[in-house]
């Protein structure tokens, strides 16, 4: 079952009062700095067959952060870029919070299309075609992280939940923060969400015909024993 750990960068001085977008040149901060060194010691004990990253440079310094000491360089998908916010790039929320758009991205994001941008649909179709071109390429056994944006990795879990578009705004991603995701023969497993904690990965199941476990199902009836 291949294993994706996705990672917010880390903070910038644009993070929270301007929806930076892709605005060229905004780093991490000292703040952020801290947070990917941080990120980089949570997934220390953890094999990453890949590390890759939006070519954004707060991603990239997030990414080249959990990079150090491994023999594992930062390869770059321009698939998980952040979502083309077109004309609201660079303006700051509260003044778009004003803007009737505004409450369409809040609770229909599926039917939005940013002014001179992307749609949330596209952002969504093209960063989960990128996951699976990843988790094929890597095969069962590969683990990778993949640092992004706030919305791209929101789309992202929305999808391995199962949950329509329109219901990504109930899932957060905070800057640093680690979600996982297992991709099984049948469907996927979110295994952290959010997490700022160490990350211990469980093992998978025994497996058997077909990559399904011995019950002839990827899911354990009952809730199963977790992990120790």
């Known amino acids: 079952m291949t294993t994706l750990l996705l990672a917010r960068h880390g903070l910038t001085d644009l993070t929270g009062p301007v929806l930076a977008g892709r605005t060229p040149g905004v780093h991490l901060s000292e703040a952020g700095r801290a947070q990917a060194a941080a990120l980089a010691g949570r997934v220390a004990g953890v094999r990453l067959d890949a590390i890759v990253s939006s070519p954004l440079e707060r991603c990239r310094e997030t990414a080249e952060a959990v990079a150090q000491g491994r023999e594992t360089d930062v390869r770059v ?23 009737p758009l505004w409450q369409v991205v809040q609770a229909h994001p599926s039917a939005v299309t940013f002014p001179g941008g992307e749609s ?7 960063a989960v075609a990128a996951v699976r071109e ?9 683990v990778y992280l993949v640092c992004s944006h706030g919305d791209v ?3 992202i879990v929305a ?23 297992r991709y099984a023969p049948l469907r996927p497993f979110v295994l952290r969400l959010n997490d700022m904690g160490e990350l211990r990965l469980p093992e998978d199941s025994e497996e058997k015909d077909g990559g399904e476990n011995i019950t002839g199902s990827d899911a354990a009836v009952g809730g199963g024993p977790g992990t120790t």
């Open 77 to 99: 998908d321009d698939r998980f870029i952040e979502c083309g916010y077109g004309e609201w790039t660079g303006r700051p929320l509260a003044e778009l919070a004003k803007e």
């Open 159 to 181: 999808d391995a939940l199962g949950l329509h578009l329109d219901q990504f705004q109930r899932i957060t991603a905070d800057p640093a923060a680690l979600t996982v995701i």
């Open 153 to 155: 990795i929101k789309a």
């Open 120 to 126: 949330l649909a596209a952002m969504q179709q093209r």
């Open 134 to 142: 990843w988790n094929r390429t890597l095969g069962s056994k590969g």
